[in-house]
C-alpha cells in the first residue's frame, strides 16, 4: 500500500515556527510533483508551496519570505519549515504527491491526513 503521512503539526504562538514532513511510503516506483496544501475554516484548499522534482519550487504570495518547502528525493519526503506564523496561518495543512507505484506502474495522486497548524496566543 503506497500512502503519504503527514507529522509536525501543533498549537504556536505568533511569531513562532513550526516545521512539518510528509513521508511517502510503500512499493514506490518514482514520484514526480509533491506539494503543500491547506484548509482554514469555512475556506477552499488551497495551494502552499510546489515541489517539482527537478527545478524551483513555487509559493502561495500569502507565505513568501516565510515558508520554505524543501524535498529530500532519496527518503520521498517533503519539508515545509514555517516561520514568522500568523494567525491567518490556522489551518489544516495537507500534502500530495504525484507519483508511481511498483505493482503496476499506475500513476497516482495522493493526499495525505492532514496536520492541523493553530497560531494563537
Known amino acids: 500500500q503506497v500512502q503519504l503521512v503527514e507529522s509536525g503539526g501543533g498549537l504556536v504562538q505568533p511569531g513562532g515556527s513550526l516545521r512539518l514532513s510528509c513521508a511517502a511510503s510503500?512499493?514506490?516506483?518514482?514520484?514526480?510533483?509533491m506539494g503543500w496544501y491547506r484548509q482554514a475554516p469555512g475556506k477552499e484548499r488551497e495551494l502552499v508551496a510546489a515541489?517539482?522534482?527537478?527545478?524551483?519550487?513555487n509559493y502561495a504570495d500569502s507565505v513568501k519570505g516565510r515558508f520554505t518547502a524543501s524535498r529530500d528525493n532519496a527518503k520521498n519526503t517533503i519539508y515545509l519549515q514555517m516561520n514568522s506564523l500568523k494567525p491567518e496561518d490556522t489551518a489544516v495543512y495537507y500534502c500530495?504527491?504525484?507519483?508511481?507505484?511498483?505493482?503496476?506502474?499506475?500513476?497516482?495522486?495522493?493526499w495525505g491526513q492532514g496536520t492541523l497548524v493553530t497560531v494563537s496566543s
Open positions: 515541489i517539482p522534482s527537478g527545478g524551483t519550487t
Open positions: 500530495n504527491a504525484d507519483l508511481v507505484r511498483i505493482v503496476d506502474y499506475r500513476r497516482l495522486k495522493l
Open positions: 510503500g512499493d514506490i516506483f518514482g514520484v514526480n510533483a
